[in-house]
């Protein structure tokens, strides 16, 4: 089954406190992103990755880092995790093949920084 | 990125069809449109893509004028399980951040 697979679901942690947000897809998608939904605010792009070894900043991307070593991967690193960072995040991925092409997301993360 | 204007929230009762306009007034030749659902808790869930004209498939239909500076997604006889959040993006396929979504506009069927 195509799908985007993110690991935890939800996760709770403290300030200062290192974490990382793992998102793999087994389509073979070139393309990779990360948002973040807030109440009020919709979805905000993080960062994109657009192949192997190729990331750019979003829309809102102090605080985060990424990386892209493998196709199916794109992790989400916080690397000293403040309370402004509690949100719901997504990770999403697509085929660049055409314009006929289309996000594909995973279920989400429920991250709570106190 | 063209930026897209939508209602925040539709009420519908159930049975009825609905239509949502999206306002994309400085939409370029290269974009395309395109609508995905959100329910609470989930990630979006593409609904429908277009250029121009009208695109149709077994969920919904899509509008697209002649000047393409908007567009209605149609959604024929909804269900109460059809309650979302629905949002517009205009995307341009070889721009490198691709896809920015709005605020959506929150559509609540009521029975």
């Known amino acids: 089954e195509a799908q985007v697979t993110q690991n935890p679901r939800y996760l709770i942690t403290v300030t200062g406190k290192k974490l990382t947000v793992t998102c793999s897809q087994n389509?073979?998608?070139?393309?990779m992103s990360w948002y973040r939904q807030d109440p009020g605010l919709g979805l905000r792009q993080i960062y994109y990755?657009?192949?192997?070894?190729?990331?750019d900043k979003g829309d809102v991307p102090e605080g985060y880092k990424v990386s892209r070593k493998e196709k199916r991967n794109f992790p989400l690193i916080l690397e000293s995790p403040s309370p402004n960072q509690t949100s719901l995040y997504f990770c999403?991925?697509?085929?660049?093949?055409?314009?006929?092409?289309?996000?594909?997301f995973g279920s989400g993360t429920q991250l709570s920084v106190l | 990125l063209a930026k897209t204007t939508q209602p925040i929230s539709m009420d519908s009762y159930e049975g009825q069809e609905v239509n949502i306009t999206c306002s994309h007034n400085?939409?370029?030749?290269?974009?395309?449109i395109t609508w995905y659902q959100q329910f609470p808790s989930q990630g979006p869930r593409f609904i429908i893509q277009?250029?121009?004209t009208k695109v149709t498939n077994e969920v919904a239909s899509l509008f697209i004028p002649a000047d393409r500076k908007s567009s209605t997604l149609s959604l024929p006889r909804v269900s109460l399980s059809d309650t979302a959040v629905y949002y517009c993006?205009?995307?341009?396929?070889?721009?490198?951040?691709?896809?920015?979504f709005g605020g959506g506009t929150r559509l609540m069927v009521k029975p």
């Open positions: 400085n939409i370029a030749t290269n974009d395309y």
């Open positions: 993006l205009v995307g341009d396929n070889n721009a490198g951040n691709m896809l920015t």
């Open positions: 277009g250029y121009k």
């Open positions: 389509m073979n998608h070139e393309y």
């Open positions: 999403a991925s697509k085929n660049r093949q055409g314009w006929r092409e289309k996000l594909f």
């Open positions: 990755s657009m192949n192997v070894e190729v990331t």
